[in-house]
């Protein structure tokens, strides 16, 4: 009877776990969702001009050699706003982990490319994550006011934790991918989503702060 018992306490005690994980991770995505409703724009016509748009990083190729989409898109969404007059500099807020992996040299190089003068470029090398760069944008260049540029799911979760920062921030989308091919970051940006309240609950802080960047 004693081990009957303990196998129901342990099936119960799975049971609320897996319901507080799903409620943690649909709640997450419903607030973080709502709160930047019609905080996003897809249309270079309607969207609001800000002296500064926040790119953020991501890798510029897959590690089996495979070009990053994400990444693409999001030069070409910043190309966009730039040559809309929508924004007059770009901040680039990525990963710089090592020498060999620095995504806001990768991001710097292709925006030249596309067109945008080096001079109107600013990189925030210590942008490890979402939560990071928007922290950064504000304490390292002074940024109260700025558009960040990405794919719509994760330019709410920065808007998110902009907005709760005090900060003033919308977001352009740049064009997502296909389900199949973005199976894994949207699976990831599910956790990323509930991690966000974790950080708060914590009051996390960015890896690096630094000295003043004055962007002009």
């Known amino acids: 009877?004693?081990?009957?018992?303990?196998?129901?306490?342990?099936?119960?005690?799975?049971?609320?776990?897996?319901?507080?994980?799903?409620?943690?991770?649909f709640g997450a995505q419903y607030i973080i969702s709502t709160s930047a409703k019609n905080l996003t724009y897809s249309n270079t016509d309607d969207i609001p001009h800000n002296r500064v748009g926040v790119v953020l990083g991501t890798a510029k190729m897959f590690r089996k050699g495979v070009p990053n989409l994400y990444y693409k898109h999001r030069i070409n969404a910043t190309k966009e706003l730039f040559s809309a007059g929508?924004?007059?500099?770009?901040?680039?807020?990525?990963?710089?982990?090592?020498?060999?992996?620095n995504e806001p040299n990768d991001f710097?190089?292709?925006?030249?490319?596309?067109?945008?003068?080096?001079?109107k470029i600013f990189l925030d090398y210590a942008g490890f994550r979402t939560y990071d760069s928007m922290i950064r944008a504000d304490k390292v260049?002074?940024?109260?006011?700025?558009?960040v540029i990405s794919q719509k799911f994760h330019n709410e979760r920065a808007i998110y934790i902009a907005r709760r920062l005090g900060l003033d921030v919308i977001g352009y989308n740049a064009h997502d991918v296909e389900s199949y091919y973005g199976f894994k970051t949207n699976l990831r940006e599910k956790f990323a989503r509930v991690k966000v309240f974790v950080d708060f609950l914590f009051d996390k802080k960015?890896?690096?702060?630094?000295?003043?960047?004055?962007?002009?």
């Open 1 to 25: 009877m004693k081990i009957k018992k303990i196998i129901r306490l342990l099936l119960l005690l799975a049971i609320i776990i897996i319901f507080l994980c799903l409620l943690s991770i």
């Open 86 to 101: 929508k924004i007059d500099f770009v901040l680039v807020s990525g990963d710089n982990r090592h020498r060999s992996y």
């Open 108 to 119: 710097k190089k292709s925006l030249i490319e596309a067109g945008i003068p080096e001079d």
């Open 141 to 147: 260049f002074g940024q109260k006011k700025f558009t």
């Open 206 to 216: 960015p890896h690096f702060l630094g000295d003043p960047v004055v962007i002009e």
